[in-house]
């Protein structure tokens, strides 16, 4: 899987950066139009939960993603209210995270988290960003099935495919927001290359430069 710098390492670069201006980072360059405005408050919403436990400002990029994840699990205990403003916050933050990434967009309805859904352009592929959140949080699936990445059907040979590449993940890691984003980098190679192969669609390249290693 890929790996991003250890926590140690993000601590101590964010330590020696200057202070970071949450509205700032929403201001940066987005794949495609920008994220609706109810996303990009719960993303602000998401930053400063962070920053404010960790002293860590997430900048939307696959680095600091491993940040996020362990404030997640601090919350695990708290009470379900305050649960499923995080999850909701989280979910947005980690969904704007992949469409900075990847040619996608945002299927999401104020207050209707359940069905919100970031869809890829380049070939038939969504999920929800919140219920992966949620997930997260409590380390357990929390819908029939547990989330995960929804393709065409002539595409699920390729989907399995890609867990397969994949292995087995510890069960400590299986929900994290890290390792969903490895899991969507792996499918959606997978899906693009089966279409191109059937002729639907051109392979483009939909892997971006994150300076991540890979496990031996």
């Not at 699936?141 to 995960?148: A, D, F, Q, T």
């Not at 089966?194 to 939909?206: E, F, I, K, Q, V």
């Amino acid at each position: 899987l890929v790996r991003s710098r250890g926590l140690g390492d993000v601590y101590k670069r964010q330590a020696q950066a200057a202070p970071t201006d949450p509205l700032r980072l929403l201001d940066t360059a987005a794949t495609l139009d920008t994220a609706p405005p109810h996303v990009q408050e719960l993303c602000l919403g998401c930053i400063q939960y962070v920053q404010r436990a960790t002293g860590v400002a997430l900048d939307f990029s696959a680095e600091t993603l491993p940040v996020l994840d362990h404030y997640l699990q601090t919350v695990r205990t708290d009470n379900e209210a305050l649960q499923v403003l995080v999850a909701q916050a989280a979910g947005a933050y980690f969904g704007e995270l992949v469409r900075r990434l990847f040619p996608a967009r945002w299927h999401c309805p104020p207050e209707m988290y359940e069905s919100w859904r970031l869809e890829f352009s380049p070939c038939f592929l969504h999920f929800n960003p919140v219920t992966m959140a949620w997930e997260a949080i409590l380390g357990r699936e929390v819908v029939e099935g547990g989330s995960g990445f929804a393709v065409s059907e002539h595409n699920v040979p390729a989907l399995r495919a890609a867990l397969d590449t994949l292995g087995a993940v510890p069960e400590d890691d299986f929900y994290r927001l890290t390792t969903r984003l490895e899991v969507l980098e792996a499918v959606l190679d997978r899906v693009l290359a089966a279409d191109a192969s059937r002729g639907a669609r051109p392979a483009t390249p939909a892997r971006p430069p994150r300076g991540a290693r890979r496990r031996a």
